[in-house]
């Protein structure tokens, strides 16, 4: 099915922050629906001009603006918040006045500051679905923004047991049309799983950054030498110091924690050196390369094999984020998700996986979740989602 073909699965979007990361997030979102209905929202009227001129949204305004309360009221059925956590609760709490009643997530890098707020905030915590692109840039603003930043990304969605099947399938489908790869997480694990792949290696490349500072002559010639891994290695300490700034005291504890281990290691590197242990100092090394060389080189999507999972949704909850969350776990690629609705009380979850993964753990594992499973080949023909 061609981008111009493709029908997307909620009806009208709002983006509530059209920075970097909201604003590439309406870019994404027209070109891989073009006929999807999207309002932004900034505080900054020229960021709500830039993204109309740029066609990414077909309506933007200040969150003050009676037409966005209209929107979110008559017409919206997703709210996308990507702000800072600072602006959660007063927009959470505009949801519910307006009586918004579609699906809510957000793309925000912490999740416990949110997860409260929407338990006390909204009529109906369940609409909640945390979300968290693992996308940025070292550039911020509107006019960094671009329409390609989830190609290939893993976007982490946290869903309960509390979670609406069919809007988690809207959601996942969403997200994949955009190219990006959806990866569940357990709400309680997020923050401490971020601050250790994202959170502590900024804190790192900004220390990088110092100690290249702290021996920079007069003629800055140590910068000057500064080039191919070192410049790869601290990109991002360029980013925005607010912003990290406020990341690093919203998840402060997890990302204290992350520091103390790295000190820990920096520490067994030094008095391994220090001690002339060249075996164990080799060790060390070698540890950390074979684990970089283990990374894949890029998240591609894997259509030539592809599998069918069908698991009944009989008289159990929580169903889509147990096992969107097991196949996470095992390395698998959810390429789409369907839900047959068979009668009022029973389902079938179908999922399509890609030839990525641990297929067999993933058996084992829903297995002993309590899970019946059928697996079966399905080839990229019999499967509209793939091109």
Sequence with gaps: MTTDQRKAPFDAVVVVGLGLIGASLTAALRKAYPGLVIFGVDTDGRSCVVAQERGWVTEASRPDDPAFCRFL???ADLVVLATPVAAVDEYMSLLAQTGYAGVLTDTV???AHLIEAASELLPDPSIYVPGHPMAGSEKAGVDSARSDLYEGVNWILCPDE???PDAFQKLHELICGMDARVVSLPRE???DAVAIVSHVPHMVASALMQLALAHVDESRSLLRLAAGGFKDTTRVAAGSPELWCGIAFDNASALAAGLDE????LSQLRETLESGDKPAFTRLLSTAAEAR???PAAWVPGSDKLIEVRIPMVNRTGVVAEVTTIASSVGCNIQSIEIDHVSEGNAVL???LTDEGDIGQLSYKLI???YAVSFSPLSPKEHSHVE
């Design 109 to 111: 890098s912490t999740k």
């Design 293 to 295: 060389r283990q990374l």
């Design 262 to 265: 790295m000190e820990g290691i």
């Design 350 to 352: 179908s999922l399509v």
């Design 162 to 164: 509390t979670t609406d």
């Design 368 to 370: 002993d979740a309590g």
């Design 73 to 75: 009221a008559e017409k």
């Design 189 to 191: 694990v997020h923050d």
